[in-house]
């Protein structure tokens, strides 16, 4: 019988306070209150968060360029364009792959370059690159030698232009963040409409006000 009483006067406590008639401060102690008694009153009167609509949500443009920034595709991740994901990290993955390859390529015609240009005969990493029963003699050095120097310097070129399309991946996709985030709060209405109206056109070929004005057609667009 104690106990519903004291839930009585908690409720009655919590409408006057509600109502404005009461302050926080005139109320009973919380350390008077059982537990059990105020966590089973106030318990049932607990708001649920509302969900999130995603529906409705629009990204933040300069919250996507920063993640594009920081994260390698965070900005579309940010934007919730899930499919350009595999454009970005394929990008990414094919840049860094050729300029592996290519930097392989490069150190393995410049040590042969080496090897070939000087005049000891352990150092022999050239022949790896010679079809079977080829041999380098004095009478095809130099042709060789130019071989080797050409390729070189082509898989040298091929890795720093890996390189530079690397950062082009890397600057498309922070721009691509950007705008895409900025066009998704650009309101553009489904009504497109064409109108044609007459209009006076200034010509401005004489001092005379009504020679320097023609009359025209005036276009336009409406969205």
Same mark, same amino acid.
């Given at each position: 019988m104690e106990l519903m009483v004291k839930k009585l006067a908690l409720l009655t406590l919590m409408l006057l306070t509600g109502m404005g008639l009461l302050s926080a401060q005139n109320m009973i102690p919380e350390d008077s209150i059982p537990t059990d008694s105020m @966590? @089973?009153?106030? !318990?049932?009167l607990k708001v649920a968060k509302e969900a999130k609509d995603w529906s409705i949500w629009k990204p933040n443009p300069k919250r996507a360029l920063w993640l594009a920034l920081v994260i390698p595709g965070g900005g579309q991740i940010y934007n919730r364009k899930y499919w350009k994901l595999p454009l970005v990290y394929g990008g990414f993955v094919g840049c860094l792959y050729a300029m592996s390859w290519n930097n392989s390529q490069y150190k393995d015609y410049? !040590?042969?370059?080496? /090897?070939? @240009?000087?005049? /000891?005969p352990t150092t022999a990493s050239y022949n790896k690159f010679l079809h079977l029963g080829v041999e380098i003699t004095d009478d095809n050095k130099d042709r060789y030698l130019d071989i080797f120097k050409k390729r070189r310097d082509k898989y040298r070129r091929w890795r720093d232009l890996s390189f530079f399309v690397l950062c082009g991946v890397y600057a498309l996709s922070v721009i691509d963040a950007y705008v895409d985030a900025e066009l998704s709060v650009f309101d553009i209405s489904k009504d497109l409409s064409l109108k044609v109206e007459p209009t006076i056109i200034n010509t401005h070929t004489s001092n005379n006000p009504f020679d320097s004005s023609s009359i025209g057609l005036q276009c336009s667009v409406n969205f």
């Open positions: @966590s @089973s009153v106030i !318990q049932p410049s !040590q042969a370059f080496l /090897d070939l @240009s000087d005049k /000891d």
